[in-house]
C-alpha cells in the first residue's frame, strides 16, 4: 500500500513562491502518474498538476505558467514549485498517485494535505 505525505505548505506574500514537496512510502510503481489536487473553503477539490515516469506534465490553466511539477530520481519524492503566488491559490494542497485512463489522470492514492495560503 502506498503512503504519501505533504511538505512545504506555509504562509506567503502574493507574488511570492513555494516548494511543496511528497514524500512516499510503498510500492508504487504500479502508479505511472503523480499529481496534486487543492481544494479552498467552500469549494471542490480541484485538480492542479500531474507528471508521469516517462516526464510528461500536465496543468490546470488556474496555474499554467507559474507551477512546475516535477519527480525526485529516486522516484519517491514529488515536487510542486509555485511561483508567482496569488491569493486564489490558497487552499489545502493534496499529493496523489494514480495513472491515466486516456487522457484523464485518476487519482487512487492520496496525502493528508498541506495547507498554502496566500496573503498579505
Known amino acids: 500500500q502506498v503512503q504519501l505525505v505533504e511538505s512545504g505548505g506555509g504562509l506567503v506574500q502574493p507574488g511570492g513562491s513555494l516548494r511543496l514537496s511528497c514524500a512516499a512510502s510503498?510500492?508504487?510503481?504500479?502508479?505511472?502518474?503523480m499529481g496534486w489536487y487543492r481544494q479552498a473553503p467552500g469549494k471542490e477539490r480541484e485538480w492542479v498538476a500531474d507528471?508521469?515516469?516517462?516526464?510528461?506534465?500536465h496543468y490546470s490553466d488556474s496555474v499554467k505558467g507559474r507551477f512546475t511539477i516535477s519527480r525526485g530520481n529516486a522516484k519517491n519524492t514529488v515536487y510542486l514549485q509555485m511561483n508567482n503566488l496569488k491569493p486564489e491559490d490558497t487552499a489545502v494542497y493534496h499529493c496523489n498517485a494514480g495513472s491515466y485512463d486516456s487522457d484523464t489522470y485518476y487519482p487512487v492514492y492520496w496525502g493528508q494535505g498541506t495547507q498554502v495560503t496566500v496573503s498579505s
Open positions: 510503498g510500492s508504487i510503481f504500479s502508479f505511472n502518474v
Open positions: 507528471t508521469s515516469s516517462s516526464g510528461t506534465t
